[in-house]
């Protein structure tokens, strides 16, 4: 996906707290900030654009797109005399390469896990406020049994002792699906071990979309959605915001999960998405 002098420039505007009407600045990778929760859409029918996280853009445009430096890129687009060195440069920053460069994924569990890494016996068990991460994930194996939860939230998969109540009927073992970046040698992993993956996101199109674009795609039958029990009666205490500014970016008809497709009428019913962090239960 490529960033144009356009869309960048609405990206510096929304950085300085400007809103942007959202007629004029369409694109694909709007569409995926928005669906990101990066961005938000305001308005039923002028829609206006507003940065939900400053933090967040900064580092999608870093992980995904290796920009560095808004400002910077706009100036080498605009200046015409700029070499392609120079424009190769600001997109590939030292830095940036060697986070891209730097494999594996960050697992957790509330549970000890027993598992093997290049061939040596260790248990996951990692203390509450802690993660383990698994670089050399090609030699990196646990038991069959255990169902791999992918956690799309990163407030879920810091306090997934509050959401145990949600897995009781398997053994899990939580990857997050952050940094971004490292979610290609997650997928990478799963096709090579035989377990199940649950996919634990938000309850709503966005979700979904997340869902099936970056996982079903890839992992087909072994890959399901998560659904609590109780969605019919949580949705109601959803967002509505979330529904009106998501767009479907799947195709509806190609869905052969019954789940998911009773989960869209759910959603379509009550016109309201639910975010994930809904089901942690609170200490107090």
Partial sequence: MKLTLKIAKVLVKLTNSESVSASSSKSKLIDELISENILWQKGK????????????????????????????Y????????????????????????????????????????????????????????SFVFIYDFEDFEIEKDIVIVGVENAKNFRQIHEQAYLFKNITPLFISRYPQNQNKDFIKWLKLIPNK???????????IGIYLNEYKKHLFE??????????????KKGNRDRYDNQKINFNVNDIEEEQILKLIGIINKEKKGLDQEFYILDKG
């Fill in 222 to 235: 072994k890959a399901e959605f998560f659904i609590p029990n109780d969605i019919e009666v949580s949705i």
């Fill in 74 to 129: 706009i100036s080498i687009l605009e200046n015409k005399e700029s070499s392609r060195a120079e424009a190769v440069k600001i997109t590939s920053d030292s830095k940036i390469s060697k986070e891209r460069a730097f494999k594996g994924f960050l697992v957790n569990s509330y549970t000890p896990i027993e598992a093997k890494l290049n061939g040596k016996d260790f248990t996951i068990n990692p203390t509450d406020g």
């Fill in 197 to 207: 993956y649950l996919h634990f996101g938000d309850l709503d199109i966005a979700g």
């Fill in 45 to 72: 029918h002028r829609k206006t654009l507003f940065l939900r996280n400053k933090v967040g853009l900064v580092d999608y445009l870093s992980n995904q797109l290796q920009i560095s430096n808004l400002e910077s």
